[in-house]
């Protein structure tokens, strides 16, 4: 059966293009297309459909627009118009057309505060109108970003940081990690001790050395990557990957000794860091498994290895905590943050280094006589500014109790869908959660590529007003952390509507086999 009569109801067609189309700007990364994105059996009527349904869907077109987009197929920017987002209020966004949208990815995981909170607006306003922009080289710097780093030493209390370093994103900040992790080895005569591990479906960036850290195959096909130095251990998603029997522990175990013998394998002395994200973000949403980190901490601390925890997502109360650290009791050396540091009104990331490790960077550097690392935008007064204003926004709110006092109705909502025939698996914590589409709810049993059930259910959502993250058939929310819950039960019967639409479809299709 081609592709072509699959996808041949009319409305169905327009909303699974409109879909895959509209939602390129929005998704961050990986969307997992066949190796003919364009569908090649039905590539004609797909394409016909596609112009039907931009012209009568869009009153003001954007097709062939002259951004080189990222995450999106060429195709999409030069035969489909992309949705234009406009405005946003609160958990909500509006395209160019006036449709009102409830953003459920929080923007890319970062508009904590929603999308028109005043205070950081403010903060912006009154730096930019008493120092737009100022340097840190040289030992010269701004009051802003003096302040914030004070700040952020004083919010992250899981164990004791002592400067921080900023960059301008979460990707920047993974990639300055690497840097200056080599910094600190050789400074201590360790010139072997280079290599990093990072896990299978992990997300670090998109930069060379943060794209080589992620664990998707996307992030490295034709780009040469990764990098000879990264290597990957496995992907601690419990569902997908235990054995017969075995228990979340004994799984955790069982990654910890995968772990050690890789450690082992390469030689300890050549091992200089671990990096994991608390919760794995835009691999599909996976928690931890129970004991995991205590498991892994201690396999990393054995053999001397300094232990990274990638916070960009988790940060500031996504999981009910102010640090995914505080949830899982991770004690790292080094922290990435970024996104809701500054709820992504400005964009900027920040490194928290331990006092052991910027010890002997301080020492390093004053025997080269400079620690030549940074950016021009480092710290960036109104970066920083709207930074300060955030932190002080979710302290006063006391937005982490909020996130944890809330997002029961999110994780239950969502999960009393768990029964559907066509899920294998909800999954998260906090405001954090995925659903993956699989067949007889089993992991093995994966719905035909061509199906695309994940960008339908997709599709549907976003005909109803509501935006979710797709990659292939693992759908994934992030809501701010302002959501009310009249919006998160708005959010479940969206979700609920477009899961017995999707049903259905799958329905159809597995007829026609």
Known sequence: MTLNRLFRSKFKVNSLVKYVSATANCQQHVLQFPSNSRWSSSEASLDTDMKKSTDANSEKGFKGHDMLAPFTAGWQSTDVNPIV????????????????????????????????????VEAATAQLNRLPFYHNFWNRTTKPSL????????????TKMGKVFFTNSGSEANDSQVKLVWYYNNALGRSHKKKFIARQKAYHGSTLISASLSGLTPLHTEFDLPAPFVLHTDCPHYWRYHLPGESEEEFSTRLA?????????????????FIAEPVMGAGGVIPPPATYFEKIQAVVKKYDILFI??????????????????KYNIKPDLVSIAKALSSAYMPIGAILVSPE????????????????????YSGHPVACAVALEALKIYKERNL??????????????????????????????????????????????????EWKVGAYFGAECEKRGMLVRVSGDNIMMSPPFVITPGEIDELISIYGEALKSTEERVKELKSRK
């Not at 999960?415 to 709810?441: C, H, Q, W």
């Open 357 to 376: 490790i910027s010890e002997v960077i301080y020492s390093q550097s004053n025997k080269l006589g400079s620690f030549s690392h940074g950016f021009t």
């Open 147 to 158: 302040d914030l780093a004070s700040a952020l030493l004083e919010t992250f209390t899981t």
């Open 257 to 273: 000794n995968n772990l050690e013998n890789l450690i082992l394998k390469e030689g300890p002395e050549t091992i200089a860091a």
């Open 309 to 326: 925890a990638d916070e960009v997502i988790c940060a500031f109360g996504r999981l009910g905590t102010m640090f995914g650290s505080d």
């Open 400 to 449: 982490v109790d909020y996130v944890d006092s809330i997002s029961p109705r999110f994780q239950d909502g969502i999960r009393a869908f768990a029964d559907s025939p066509i899920i294998g698996e909800i999954r998260g914590t906090g405001l954090i959660l995925g659903t993956e589409f699989v067949d007889n709810k089993s992991p093995n049993d994966l719905f035909p590529p």
């Open 85 to 120: 987002i406009d405005k946003s209020e609160g958990s909500y966004v509006y395209d160019v057309n006036g449709k009102k949208y409830l953003d459920t990815l929080a923007g890319l995981w970062c508009t904590a505060l929603g999308g028109n909170e005043p205070r950081l």
